[in-house]
């Protein structure tokens, strides 16, 4: 089965600056990569998501990025806000397979230094 | 903005009780999930389901595991016999019947067993 890993585990950054967040994947057949916010106690929020088609995709101050032949894909966060800090978990899935199933990251615990 | 609703939010039970989590999933959404996330851990799926029946289901979701949908607005968890390991945070999601589309999740039902 699917197989998601994601570094680094925690990441502090200074308000303002940029932060990258990184996730591989096993399954070659994956082709869709959301990105989930979990603040403490709360549900995941999809903030942003990409398909296999597109190599990159920008919503404001967030990109993420897709390379599929190194099965890799990364979140990037510019501008920095404490509102940034939480919990990121990046997913993948084979959308076109019915079932859908999201297999997880481990998470990245981001701190944002006001 | 509709969201998947999830009761209770918080449940207390006795090892070897049967459970039942409650979730509301998003009306016009087809495809119904649930996942669990142990504390301090990621989301693990335990289970979809489509046209009334179980579509996947991941090697924690053993016989002591069900799922139904009783009615037209409900999507119901049930743990027959609770250990001490079911502890988590339990979380029901839903999407769209279009290939591809975006879960979204509820706000999850913490389960403490005793």
């Known amino acids: 089965g699917e197989n998601v890993e994601q570094h680094p585990s925690t990441l502090s950054v200074q308000e303002g600056d940029s932060a990258v967040i990184k996730c591989t994947y096993s399954?070659?057949?994956?082709?869709?990569f959301p990105w989930y916010k979990q603040e403490l106690g709360k549900r995941p929020q999809l903030i942003i998501d990409?398909?296999?088609?597109?190599g990159e995709k920008k919503d404001q101050r967030i990109a993420v990025t897709l390379n599929k032949t190194a099965k890799h894909f990364s979140l990037h966060i510019t501008e920095t806000q404490p509102e940034d800090s939480a919990v990121y978990f990046c997913?993948?899935?084979?959308?076109?397979?019915?079932?859908?199933?999201?297999?997880f990251g481990t998470g990245t615990r981001l701190t944002i230094i006001p | 903005e509709p969201e998947v609703t999830q009761t209770p939010s918080h449940q207390v039970t006795q090892m070897g009780q049967e459970v039942i989590l409650r979730c509301v999933p998003i009306?016009?959404?087809?495809?119904f999930y649930w996942y669990r996330q142990i504390l301090g851990q990621k989301v693990e799926f335990l289970v979809s389901?489509?046209?009334?029946?179980?579509?996947?289901k991941s090697e924690i979701f053993d016989d002591q595991f069900s799922v139904e949908r009783p009615d037209g607005s409900n999507f119901t968890l049930k743990i027959r016999s609770t250990k001490l390991e079911d502890s988590a945070m339990y979380f029901c999601?839903?999407?769209?019947?279009?290939?591809?589309?975006?879960?979204?999740f509820g706000d999850g039902t913490r389960l403490s067993i005793l």
């Open positions: 389901f489509y046209n009334n029946e179980i579509s996947e």
């Open positions: 990409i398909r296999s088609n597109v």
């Open positions: 997913a993948a899935s084979r959308s076109n397979f019915g079932n859908e199933k999201l297999t």
């Open positions: 399954d070659s057949a994956s082709n869709y």
């Open positions: 009306s016009n959404h087809l495809y």
């Open positions: 999601a839903s999407r769209e019947g279009t290939v591809g589309g975006p879960q979204h």
